[in-house]
């Protein structure tokens, strides 16, 4: 058995037979009964993933949830595609530019910038490398998103760097 965890969302990945099946149903019960915490099945789903005659409504029926088609998305990454091309990033990056457009409208200091480059983004581009191989031009890219929300450009304005950027990121 195979997991991805982050906080509070989990994908499992079995075979697809029967024991394996009521292996998961008793783990994820002796969680239940150890933690106090209740799973949510009815927001959960089962995908089939490959080839095989996979009985997704044996498991749709004992875990109580719904059967989810695809592509699915967890935690904003596409588990589908090619992560050798561009559209396979874009979902990722159009989320880069919308939490930093969103920032950028509170008039936060330079070291809150930097607080939350580090925090969020950084460990976000951590967690898709975790699973996915980067190309070059999307870490270029997502370095670029860094480097100017953190020196404040606009898209029609420069704005004087007042540090080498590699520089600056040796030191952070």
């Not at 099945?41 to 004992?62: P, R």
């Not at 607080?115 to 191989?133: E, G, H, R």
Request: with cysteine.
């Amino acid at each position: 058995m195979n997991h991805l965890t982050l906080v509070d969302d989990t994908i499992i990945f079995i075979e697809a037979n029967v024991e394996s099946m009521l292996n998961v149903r008793r783990i994820l019960r002796c969680f239940e009964i150890g933690s106090g915490f209740k799973i949510n099945f009815h927001k959960s789903g089962v995908v089939k993933v490959g080839k095989g005659s996979c009985a997704v409504d044996m498991w749709v029926e004992l875990f109580r949830c719904k059967q989810v088609s695809r592509p699915i998305i967890f935690l904003w990454l596409p588990f589908r595609g090619n992560s050798s091309s561009i559209g396979f990033w874009e979902t990722m990056l159009e989320k880069f530019r919308s939490r930093l457009v969103s920032w950028k409208m509170h008039f936060i200091s330079k070291v809150g910038c930097l607080v939350l480059i580090k925090s969020v983004l950084a460990s976000l581009t951590t967690y898709f490398l975790s699973v996915f191989k980067i190309m070059k031009v999307v870490a270029m890219t997502i370095e670029k998103l860094q480097r100017d929300f953190f020196w404040g450009i606009k898209r029609d304005m420069r704005n004087i760097h007042l540090v080498y950027w590699p520089s600056f990121c040796k030191n952070c």
